[in-house]
């Protein structure tokens, strides 16, 4: 499978000029060559030629990069006594860019790469590779929708469960914490950072951490979490009240998840990033609440849990099938309390099919 | 406390000559501002110069980020409606980096924010600020170590726990995901990665991961796992015995064992950091096995799970009270077996201190 990506990269190397595209451990390598690895000290790169593939590598990763690649790779490795030098000397043996064109993944390339391929690589033009590499994964195949799908199961499942031991005095730690567990029993692989759980007025930030404040009635409780299943991510967010709550927390819930409907309606082929974006916050803006929706309506989910396509305004990309990204609208009062209502989809012929099946009325605990 | 580093930051600034140090999301950022916050596509960037304190960061990070800052930041936020060209726009208004002399932190700044310090700072010269950096954090504090005896503290009685569940036909990677719960249950508050579970044969390949091997009579088992409490690591490999193994395995691991004691043994104040991998190879290389043991002895160990000091032939850095590491040397036999024993140590007045309390006698399973 990772050989027809190699092809697809290699087609749009030559659609756009570009002589060798940059790589470091990241969801990119992963999905290019197989291999999971992570970004350290010890200096790892692959170059993608027209003709080949290069990894300069840590010596003590060489086993393992051997058994695990998906597609042939020219390994240049160095030792922890020669320093990752070595590698660009085994690498220059064998591979001249200088005066070319080469493409880095500005993303996840960091100054200590991008230096030492400016020294390597004389009078070349680097420019960013991270669009052309989000164009290359952004339409998921069903091996890949597999996954997702039962990423969003363990999400559903571990969030129920948790759902049982939510009660007043409940610190919003410990349910994150417990509800991290639940994710791995049910099956998660990874998870990258720990999930959101706002209470009361945290709620209304919507990039808290968890924090040591107890549930207490009236609250409204977020609940957003994320994992991964084979590497492949989902991501979700409900919002629950803990007793009886205002009625304007209530409008705003409502709000929301009529913004949610509206988001999912306008996702489909032809439609363009930002279309999604508009019909969500039309629906809250129009309620005059448009102020207090401060974020993008959704980000695109597959090996990272944001990549390609942005779903937000000034983002004129044409949806087509295959394409998955979240969509969750929020309205957050501050000191009072927020709502978001987070789901996953994926574009079809015709539209586009949510992957999630939890509920989204509002639930009383 | 953060007060304090950032004098010490511009202490060292005025020293080497550097108007302004470049920041990103890392533990660099957490430990000058006690920012936690993780690097995404949304640009947050920290400059700090002489006598300012600068923040680019995303909108709907700024009550967070207000929240919790231990230091006066001026904060130049950007929505997502406007992207960070927005945050950077705001800078230019208060500050003027152009013809500076700017230190970025190579091992996080990624290309993407590189190239916008680049435009942002016409005829800068931009140098790596990692040394710089690394410096600063190398020598720990009482809380700093206290929180790093009680990330050992975790791994320690986590690991006992999990010894209780290991038998002949459990497999890596069961034995890997069983004790980052264990982890969890004793008190981890994050891990970063899986921990390595590697049996027989797949013990003998120092980097990899836990595979679906199941364990087996007359294999060696290494157990090598990390963790944070308060955002400090503790990193802990132990290495086991399932039922008899060969004399060969033995008689590395009775090696592998003096190579440790006497690494321990040469960290003191007044030793560099090759001094240590020296005493520790030594011992392996004059018994023959020089060429199986083909990594480093260690790597410091502090709010990163590898930061300075490098234990590694080639470091003439003078070990002083307060620098911590891990002292783990290793002997791999390709298909028969490895052997690894890690200890964490703080250079102390006269000698070293080891933070585990592990027993190292080769323990029967």
Same mark, same amino acid.
């Given at each position: 499978m990772s050989l027809e990506r190699l092809q697809r990269l290699r087609a749009l190397m030559t659609q756009r000029g570009v002589d060798a595209v940059a790589v470091v451990p990241s969801a990119n390598l992963f999905y290019l060559t197989g291999l999971q690895m992570h970004l350290s000290e010890r200096v790892t790169l692959a170059l993608f030629t027209r003709d080949a593939a290069h990894l300069i590598v840590p010596a003590l990763e060489v086993p393992r990069v051997e058994t695990r690649t998906r597609v042939p790779l020219t390994l240049h490795g160095w030792s922890d006594a020669e320093w990752v030098q070595a590698g660009w000397a085994s690498l220059k043996k064998a591979l001249s860019l200088d005066g070319c064109s080469i493409a880095a993944d500005y993303y996840s390339v960091r100054a200590l790469e991008l230096t030492q391929l400016q020294n390597f690589a004389r009078d070349a033009q680097i420019s960013d590779a991270s669009e052309l590499l989000g164009a290359l994964r952004m339409t998921k195949d069903a091996a890949e929708m597999d996954a997702m799908r039962r990423a969003v199961r363990v999400l559903e499942t571990s969030m129920d469960a948790l759902l049982h031991e939510v009660r007043v005095g409940k610190t919003e730690r410990e349910l994150a914490a417990r509800w991290q567990w639940l994710m791995f029993e049910h099956?998660?692989?990874?998870?990258p950072e720990a999930p959101i759980v706002a209470s009361g007025p945290n709620s209304a930030q919507p990039h808290t951490t968890s924090t040591a404040r107890a549930l207490a009635e009236g609250d409204l409780l977020i609940l957003d979490g994320w994992c991964t299943v084979d590497g492949y991510f989902g991501d979700i967010t409900r919002t629950f009240a803990i007793g009886a709550v205002s009625d304007e927390l209530k409008h705003i819930y409502d709000l929301t998840l009529r913004a949610n409907q509206a988001g999912r309606a306008a996702a489909k082929p032809g439609a363009q990033g930002q279309d999604v974006d508009r019909a969500a916050r039309k629906i809250i803006s129009d309620a005059?609440?448009?102020? =207090? =929706?401060?974020?993008?309506?959704g980000h695109g989910l597959g090996l990272e849990i944001h990549e390609a396509p942005n779903i937000v305004e000034g983002n004129t990309l044409t949806l087509t099938p295959g394409m998955t990204f979240t969509v969750e609208p929020g309205i957050y009062l501050p000191g009072k309390g927020g709502v978001r209502i987070e789901d996953d989809v994926v574009v079809t012929q015709d539209g586009a099919e949510c992957l999630m099946t939890y509920p989204r009325e509002l639930r009383v605990i």
């Open positions: 099956g998660a692989d990874g998870i005059g609440y448009g102020e =207090f =929706f401060m974020h993008r309506t």
